[in-house]
């Protein structure tokens, strides 16, 4: 696609239970960012991708999160056993390597 | 990571004032770049600014990457300006460290 694409844009789930959220970068970006925003904060680094790389998992916050992606292209973002403190919009970018940053709409998670 | 510093934090300005952000970086940074966040969430890329000076309209940015400090000059600002600036550096094949942002409200 032309832009950066994040599905779902809105999730509510229950405490405890896991979500999966995804991100379709834009074709040929090598570089792929997780960041996540809680109402009215900046911008939390949660992973970053870079071709074959071994990503840089430094923040992700605790051992419910993990994401991956496949064949340098699609990831998903996996939450398990989510909390309440989970609760945010989830921030998908891509760019070509050392280039402009792109972001999709982002994903906003609610847990209750 | 390196630590990115925005000034002023909040700022209000009358419709067709000028003003000027700043972004402070601890460290030398590449892949330098200047974002909007609308009121509805949305971020935009504005600049992508490793040095000098670029424009883009009413918007224009100069970096000074020797004195680690990128600036985002704003004129004749109008209400669709209003929002959150954030910029964001990276160093070497790190990721891209984000400041806290300048929130900006534009009144008629």
């Known amino acids: 696609g032309a832009g950066v694409s994040q599905s779902p844009s809105n999730k509510v789930t229950e405490k405890g239970k896991d979500v999966e959220l995804r991100c379709d970068p834009i074709s040929g970006h090598t570089a792929l960012y997780w960041y996540r925003q809680s109402l009215g904060q900046g911008l939390e680094f949660l992973i970053y991708?870079?071709?074959?790389?071994?990503?840089?998992k430094s923040g992700l916050p605790s051992d419910r999160f993990s994401a991956e992606r496949t064949g340098g292209s699609v990831s998903t973002l996996t939450i398990q056993r989510t909390q309440q403190e989970d609760s945010a919009v989830y921030l998908c970018?891509?760019?070509?390597?050392?280039?402009?940053?792109?972001f999709g709409e982002g994903s906003r998670l609610t847990v209750l | 990571g390196i630590q990115v510093e925005q000034s002023p934090p909040d700022l209000i300005l009358q419709e067709g004032a000028n003003s000027t952000l700043r972004c402070n970086f601890s460290?030398?940074?590449?892949?330098l770049q200047w974002f909007h966040q609308n009121p509805w969430g949305q971020l935009i890329n504005l600049f992508y600014?490793?040095?000098g000076t670029k424009q883009n309209g009413r918007l224009s940015a100069t970096t000074v990457a020797t004195e680690r400090y990128s600036l985002l000059y704003i004129s004749s600002s109008q209400t669709t300006d209003s929002g959150v600036y954030f910029c964001a550096g990276q160093t070497g094949a790190n990721n891209l460290f984000f400041g806290t942002g300048t929130r900006l409200t534009v009144i008629p």
């Open positions: 600014i490793p040095s």
């Open positions: 460290d030398s940074v590449n892949n």
């Open positions: 970018a891509s760019s070509l390597f050392f280039g402009e940053l792109f």
């Open positions: 991708f870079q071709g074959n790389s071994a990503p840089d």
